[in-house]
């Protein structure tokens, strides 16, 4: 998994990710949030990206709470990824995590995906 947490990070992971989907999302992300005018994204946002092997503990162990046993604000499904959004304070912070649409994905966290977007596509 990586952790992206501040302006310079997730600005990075666009970055390396370009030209990809991945690196698409993120932009789109950085773009919408940049109607803020905050110093740091940090303030904003922290962004997930899982890998295929990843456990539901570390995305728990990042987010302080089992993905599992929270519906997530926003569930979008892309051509090669999951992406969900979770709002955890009233000033707006939240978190983005990319699951990898990937056969090794844990068939926990890709039936919950798919049931978050289900869920808000209704």
């Not at 992300?29 to 946002?45: K, N």
């Not at 798919?114 to 808000?120: E, I, K, L």
């Amino acid at each position: 998994m990586y952790v992206y947490s501040d302006s310079l990070s997730i600005h990075d992971a666009c970055a390396q990710a370009f030209g990809t989907e991945l690196g698409e999302l993120i932009g789109l992300r950085i773009e919408e949030l940049a109607e803020y005018e905050v110093d740091d994204l940090s303030s904003l946002v922290k962004i997930l990206v899982l890998e295929p092997g990843d456990a539901l503990t570390a995305v728990g162990a990042q987010l302080g709470f089992s993905l599992l046993d929270r519906d997530c604000d926003v569930a979008e499904s892309h051509q090669d990824w999951f992406e969900l959004t979770l709002v955890l304070s009233d000033d707006g912070f939240g978190v983005v995590i990319y699951v990898p649409k990937h056969a090794d994905l844990a068939p926990q966290l890709m039936a919950y995906c798919a049931s978050q977007v289900r869920a808000r596509s209704q």
